[in-house]
């Protein structure tokens, strides 16, 4: 149950052509918008990488096209951790796991976050459990890793643009090789 950079790289090719479900946009191009705005926001290499693959879930189990519109949470936010434990540690593992709990955190403490959601990111984020109350919002971001998820989360939401210019696949594989000799 362990991928290696090369298996990523494969899966990228084989799937990241899909398109991302309701957005303008392909799983690949999702995740190098994603990689691009958390490097040219001076992330660490582990944090680049956790917006490389923190969808990677979706590439990994086959839920078909726009499962949120069947009612189904496809809780992809955790299937990629046991696969990629191996190589990164929990600098990239916890803002992948918690990617979607810091939508349900913004929701909570940012008054113009909800509305600017795509519609399917609203779908989904009811089938997740909604905005979080207050008290679980403060429980939320007393996690380690909770703050490096929302910054995650934030380039997320910014990478479904139709088009955008990114660096290769290739460019992100040196800095997953930096993550991996990292790993604490
Ligand atoms: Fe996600
Ligand atoms: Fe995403």
Request: hydrophobic share 25%; charged share 25%; no cysteine.
């Given at each position: 149950m362990a991928l290696t950079i090369p298996d990523i790289c494969s899966l990228f090719d084989v799937k990241?052509?899909?398109?991302?479900?309701?957005?303008?946009?392909?799983q690949l191009e999702h995740a190098l918008q994603t990689a691009q705005l958390a490097e040219s926001s001076g992330a660490d290499a582990a944090l680049i990488v956790a917006a490389l693959l923190h969808d990677l879930g979706y590439l990994l189990n086959d839920r078909g096209d726009t499962p949120t519109a069947r009612?189904?949470?496809?809780?992809h936010q955790y299937v990629a951790i046991p696969f990629l434990r191996p190589l990164f540690g929990d600098g990239v593992l916890e803002p992948i796991r918690l990617h979607v709990d810091a939508k349900r955190y913004l929701c909570a403490t940012r008054p113009d976050y909800y509305a600017a959601l795509s519609a399917d990111s609203k779908r989904s984020l009811a089938l997740q459990g909604g905005t979080y109350a207050p008290v679980e919002a403060e429980r939320f971001i007393a996690q380690p890793g909770a703050a490096r998820a929302v910054s995650l989360r934030l380039w997320d939401d910014a990478a479904?643009?139709?088009?955008r210019a990114t660096g290769p696949l290739a460019h992100f594989v040196v800095v997953m090789q930096a993550a991996t000799r990292d790993r604490a």
């Open positions: 990241g052509g899909r398109m991302y479900s309701g957005e303008p946009v392909t009612g189904i949470d496809d809780v479904k643009t139709a088009g």
